[in-house]
């Protein structure tokens, strides 16, 4: 008797501690970015917040520098549950949707304040296109203001001609067509050994993505022309956050507004620091000539009356009510 109950007792206590393991529930969230960009930082603490807001009863790991999936198929990956959640930036899947490609539309929005405010305008019509292909928005973040890079002084956009020009989106590749530049695409995650290789000797990004790549190596000029603010987006396979219990999505959508506030503030006080670095590490970092600025500024007119026909009646609204 004593013999059985024993073994009751041992079948219990197993039991009892398999069930935190049952309920526990784990997601791949797969990023681009190397693991000390401000973005996978930030990707990072989201998880830790969503941890310990849940008592670990959902576990999220990140997988930083493409190392899950390459930048192009995160979103594809997470829509088709190979991972639940993921952050891409979202002007690479403009040839989907014009809408992801609003926040790279030259001279549109140059400052923090207009880039909030342009993410706000668009927001809904995003989310409502994600919606369509299975995934939920959970939160965006900026990258700094957008310079050019190159290894020779450019006065006008006539010097740019004949570049190899590092293209990563619809707007990019476009800029290197007006400007007759010839675009080769190349992912974040790439960029160093392009450089190295001399696969591109040119191209346009941010601050932190020229640190990440040490442009210095490679380049000698930076100009800050603050062309535009990119965004990455994270979001989740909307089945995966609707099979969670509801205090588990509140814990997500609650970690997900601070990894906003707490990303646009990294993002605002890291440009500034990444420039440094740049100039630390010997670069020229210059504003761009007048000739130069003018004749991108051109670009940017061009590149926003090609977005708006393709955007049509949708995207003039949402230029609209960013511009109110």
């Given at each position: ?19 935190p ?40 790991t ?7 999936f390459?930048?192009?198929e ?76 190159a ?59 020229g ?99 393709k955007?049509?009646s ?11």
């Open positions: 008797m004593s013999r059985l109950f024993k073994t009751f007792a041992l079948a219990a206590c197993v039991a009892a501690l398999a069930v393991a049952m309920a526990q529930t784990k997601w791949n969230l797969p990023a681009a970015y190397p693991a000390d960009n401000p973005h996978s930082v930030n990707l990072i603490a989201f998880a830790k917040d969503v941890a310990d807001a849940t008592g670990n009863k959902l576990q999220i990140v997988h930083p520098a493409a190392s899950l390459k930048a192009p995160i979103k594809r990956a997470v829509a088709t549950g190979q991972a639940q959640a993921g952050e891409v930036l979202i002007s690479l899947h403009e040839n989907e949707d014009p809408m992801f490609g609003i926040d790279v539309i030259p001279f549109l929005a140059t400052s923090y304040p207009a880039a909030k405010k342009l993410w706000l305008a668009s927001k809904p019509a995003i989310e409502k296109k994600l919606a369509s292909q299975g995934l939920m928005l959970l939160f965006a973040v900026p990258w700094g203001p957008q310079g050019i890079y290894k020779k002084d450019l006065n006008t956009v006539e010097d740019m001609k004949g570049l190899k020009w590092r293209a990563y989106n619809v707007g990019t590749s476009r800029i290197a067509e007006l400007v007759g530049a010839q675009p080769v695409t190349i992912q974040a995650a790439e960029l160093p050994q392009a450089l190295a290789t001399g696969v591109v000797n040119a191209f346009m990004t941010s601050g932190s993505t640190y990440d790549s040490k442009s210095w190596e490679t380049m000698t000029h930076f100009y800050d022309t603050q062309a535009w603010i990119p965004k990455n987006v994270t979001f989740v396979n909307k089945a995966a956050f609707d099979a969670l219990d509801k205090p588990t999505q509140e814990a997500i959508l609650k970690a997900s507004a601070v990894a906003e506030e707490r990303g646009w503030k990294l993002a605002e006080e890291k440009a500034k620091w990444y420039l440094e670095q740049l100039q630390a590490n010997k670069m020229k970092v210059l504003p761009p000539p007048p000739a130069l600025k003018s004749g991108l500024e051109k670009i940017g007119e061009q590149l926003t009356a090609d977005w708006l026909k955007a049509g949708d995207g003039e609204a949402v230029i609209a009510a960013y511009k109110k």
